[in-house]
């Protein structure tokens, strides 16, 4: 089985996010990237398929700046065999990604794709199920478990109220939940050892695909600062409080 993982380079969940004065987007002038976090947790199952004998190869792919190639090498260094990347310094939505993600698994063949169920930055929640959609494959979204059997996966998905479990035939999608696994730290003989394995590096112009933004972005601005709270003394006040100041009763 050969497994596809694609991983974004995002603005490090750690770092107090600043919106840039004119309003016009995120300031990522000398700010720490790192992979989406949900893509770390793509790659530890991917890592874990192949050390339990189900997998045997595991592709990352990026699309990206030439800087994505970190977040390839992080991939590489906790598992992974080899990395993609398709180079570009524009931003490129998920229908883009989606389309280009098609192009290369048309060429590599995977069994299973699995992605992150959102990536941090634009929250878009949507590459997955796109990427079903273009390859007509099935998709379990949200997943907090995963198994393998024959030609399909059983799948957990963490929905509103409750969990649901579902078969899909391989080829398939899988996009992963917080609470699928905790990601492996890559240890300094892995990273090491990342150096030497093969990153091919594309250039998105010869995929032909059309990667015009489909959004334009109007406006981008902080979350309103949160006020200090205050105590109160007694439960008819809190009462009061919320009734006549906070309007929630
Ligand atoms: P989104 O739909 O943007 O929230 O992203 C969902 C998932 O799609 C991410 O967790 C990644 O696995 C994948 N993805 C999105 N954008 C990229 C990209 N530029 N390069 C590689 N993978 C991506």
Do not use: H
């Not at 089985?1 to 969940?13: C, E, Q, S």
């Amino acid at each position: 089985m050969k497994i596809l993982v694609p991983v974004k380079r995002v603005i490090d969940y750690n770092v107090k996010v600043r919106v840039k004065s004119d309003q016009s987007g995120v300031d990522l002038a000398n700010v720490k990237m790192s992979m989406n976090p949900f893509d770390e947790i793509a790659v530890e199952q991917a890592v874990r398929l192949k050390e339990s004998g189900t997998a045997q190869e595991i592709i990352a792919v990026s699309i990206g700046p030439e800087k994505a190639q970190d977040q390839i090498r992080q991939a590489l260094a906790m598992g992974a065999d080899r990395g993609v990347l398709i180079k570009t310094d524009q931003e490129v939505e998920p229908l883009a990604v989606a389309k280009l993600l098609q192009k290369i698994i048309e060429e590599e063949k995977p069994d299973l794709v699995i992605l992150g169920k959102q990536a941090i930055d634009d929250d878009c929640n949507q590459t997955g199920q796109m990427l079903a959609a273009l390859l007509g494959w099935g998709q379990g979204t949200f997943i907090s478990k995963v198994e393998l059997a024959g030609d399909k996966v059983t799948a957990t998905r963490e929905i509103d109220g409750g969990l649901q479990v579902v078969a899909v035939p391989l080829p398939a999608i899988l996009t992963v939940d917080l609470r699928l696994n905790e990601p492996r730290y890559a240890s300094l003989p892995n990273i090491m050892k990342a150096k030497k394995k093969p990153l091919d590096v594309k250039d998105i112009a010869d995929f032909g695909v059309d990667v015009a933004p489909r959004l334009e972005v109007l406006k981008v601005t902080e979350p309103p600062k949160r006020e200090a709270g205050v105590k109160v003394e007694t439960v008819a006040e809190l009462v009061d409080k919320l009734k006549n100041e906070a309007g929630v009763l």
